[in-house]
């Protein structure tokens, strides 16, 4: 279990945390339905890579945390039913949020190769960055739901500041970026379809930074999944053990 895991690190670390030129590795969920009637039964996959919506192997042991938030914000667990995949029934309507946490990480470049670690526990290190990657799915249930932010523990999130219903194509989405807690301009977000992807590999459909108030809209141009990806970077607190933290936040939604 200890070399699947490691191996999975080393494949990100090597293919690096953020792509400017293209999507990178990323983490993501994929719901059966978006829009389900109270009672359907959803399933989740887990997706990783770069290639959305295609998916590598997800080693379980890299996984911290899966759950649901309910509209009321309370958090549920959710059923395992398969390796990388889960499930759940809403019993009421509102909005829903799958939401999964990456194990954090340290990747530093060594005179002969790139290791997992950091500046303390690999001692010839040049250079070292963390790694910390998380996931949301947005499940609208029943009609038009208000999705007011709910706050949470994850450093970087993507949030939806306005009432949240049944989007249409051509709809115009405001999101906010959030970085501990608070409004974060310049952050990096790009966004694509199910569609686009699978037919221009890597290609976003969209890509912009956050304003002063950390604000982004996002122009939904087709029907089916959708991808919306935020990314941050900031220095390392402690430069002897590490030089930068990479922050990346994935969230999918459905548009009917």
């Not at 030129?21 to 359907?40: D, F």
């Not at 938030?69 to 829903?96: C, H, M, W």
């Not at 941050?232 to 939604?253: G, M, N, Q, W």
Request: hydrophobic content about 40%; overall charge positive.
């Amino acid at each position: 279990m200890k070399k699947t895991w490691i191996t999975l690190l080393m494949t990100l670390a090597i293919i690096g945390l953020v792509s400017a030129s293209a999507q990178g590795h990323m983490l993501w969920l994929s719901a059966s339905n978006y829009s389900p009637r109270v009672g359907e039964k959803i399933t989740i996959d887990i997706g990783f890579g770069h290639k959305y919506p295609h998916t590598e192997e997800v080693s379980e042991e890299s996984i911290e945390k899966i759950f649901i938030r309910d509209p009321k914000g309370q958090e549920l667990p959710i059923e395992k039913v398969a390796p990388a995949k889960y499930a759940f029934s809403p019993n009421t309507e509102g909005l829903y949020e799958v939401i999964i946490k990456m194990k954090s990480g340290f990747v530093s470049d060594t005179p002969t190769s790139r290791k997992m670690g950091s500046k303390k526990t690999l001692p010839d290190a040049i250079s070292c960055f963390q790694f910390t990657m998380n996931a949301k799915a947005l499940i609208n249930v029943g009609a038009k739901v208000s999705a007011a932010y709910k706050p949470s523990d994850l450093p970087l999130e993507i949030a939806l500041p306005e009432n949240f219903g049944k989007l249409k194509v051509r709809d115009e989405l405001l999101l906010k970026v959030i970085y501990q807690g608070k409004p974060l301009s310049g952050a990096k977000v790009s966004a694509t379809n199910k569609e686009t992807a699978l037919q221009h590999e890597g290609k976003w459909v969209q890509e912009v930074k956050s304003d002063a108030q950390g604000m982004v809209r996002i122009k939904l141009s087709s029907k089916g999944p959708w991808l919306i990806t935020a990314t941050h970077e900031v220095p390392f607190a402690d430069k002897t053990e590490c030089d930068k933290s990479t922050y990346r936040i994935t969230l999918t939604l459905g548009l009917e």
